[in-house]
C-alpha cells in the first residue's frame, strides 16, 4: 500500500517522547512506536523511488531513534525525530539528500557536508579561478525560491594560500556546501509533503552537478575518474 504520507500519529508521538525521554516510558510505548516507525520508513522507501526517477540513488540510510550517548553531556537515551539520508550512486555524482522530521523542525537538506581536505581544497581553487558559474546557481530563480541561499560552517578569515581580498572570498571561506527548505508541522501532514520534499531535491540538481564536476577534475577540467 502506498505510504505517500507520514502517519499522523507521528508527530505527537515525537511530543511525548520529548517529555519522557527515558527508558521506562518508552519501552512501555514500544508497540506504538514500532507501528509508527514502520510507516515512516515506507514513507522514506517511497521517497527513494520517486528521487529514483531523476537521479541515481544508490541506497538510503534511516536513522536509528537510539541516541549514543558515549561523548554527549545530553544523557537522554533517545532521539526525538525521525531522519534518513539518500546516497548518490557512482563516484561520478557527489552531494546527498537529507530529510529530518521533527515537530517544529522539519527540513529537508543536501550538498556537500564537511569534504575531505582533497576536495575541499578543490572547490575553493574552482571558485578561486572562476566563480560566474556558482554565482549563475546561486542567482537563479528556482534556487532562491527553494533555498534563499548556500549555507555551510565558514572560517572567520581566509584560508591558507588564499588572498582574503578575493571577490569570492565568502565562498573560498566556507569549510561545508549545504542548502536546506524547512517545513511547518502543517505542510508535513499536507497530502502533497512527499511531491514537495522531491521537487526540493530536485532543485537541487544544478548545484550537485556542477560540485560534482568540480570534485571529480583537476584544474585544467581533465577527469579525475579515468586516472
Known amino acids: 500500500m502506498s505510504q505517500s504520507t507520514l502517519p499522523k500519529q507521528a508527530f505527537p508521538f515525537l511530543n511525548k517522547l520529548g517529555r519522557n525521554n527515558n527508558r521506562e516510558w518508552f519501552n512501555d510505548h514500544k508497540p506504538e512506536f514500532k507501528a509508527i516507525e514502520s510507516d515512516v520508513k515506507m514513507f522514506f522507501a517511497e521517497l527513494m523511488e520517486a528521487l529514483n526517477q531523476h537521479d541515481n540513488i544508490e541506497n538510503m540510510k534511516v536513522f536509528r531513534i537510539y541516541r549514543d550517548v558515549r561523548f554527549s553531556k545530553d544523557k537522554t537515551p533517545y532521539n526525538t525525530h525521525f531522519s534518513c539520508s539518500y546516497h548518490r550512486a557512482t563516484a561520478a555524482l557527489r552531494g546527498g539528500y537529507y530529510l529530518k522530521l521533527k515537530p517544529g523542525e522539519t527540513f529537508v537538506g543536501g550538498g556537500f557536508w564537511q569534504p575531505n581536505k582533497e576536495d575541499l581544497y578543490r572547490i575553493r581553487k574552482e571558485f578561486e579561478i572562476d566563480d560566474k558559474p556558482i554565482r549563475k546557481i546561486l542567482a537563479s530563480k528556482s534556487f532562491n525560491s527553494y533555498f534563499g541561499k548556500l549555507e555551510g560552517d565558514e572560517l572567520k578569515t581566509a584560508p591558507r594560500d588564499f588572498n582574503k581580498e578575493h571577490e569570492a572570498i565568502d565562498l573560498i571561506r566556507k569549510k561545508s556546501f549545504i542548502v536546506s527548505r524547512r517545513f511547518t508541522d502543517k505542510e508535513v ?27 571529480t577534475t583537476n584544474l585544467n577540467g581533465e577527469s579525475l575518474l579515468s586516472l
Not at 550537485?208 to 568540480?214: L, N, P
Open 189 to 215: 501532514q499536507q497530502p502533497d509533503f512527499l511531491m514537495e520534499v522531491n521537487n526540493t531535491f530536485k532543485a537541487m540538481r544544478p548545484f550537485f552537478d556542477y560540485m560534482s564536476e568540480v570534485v
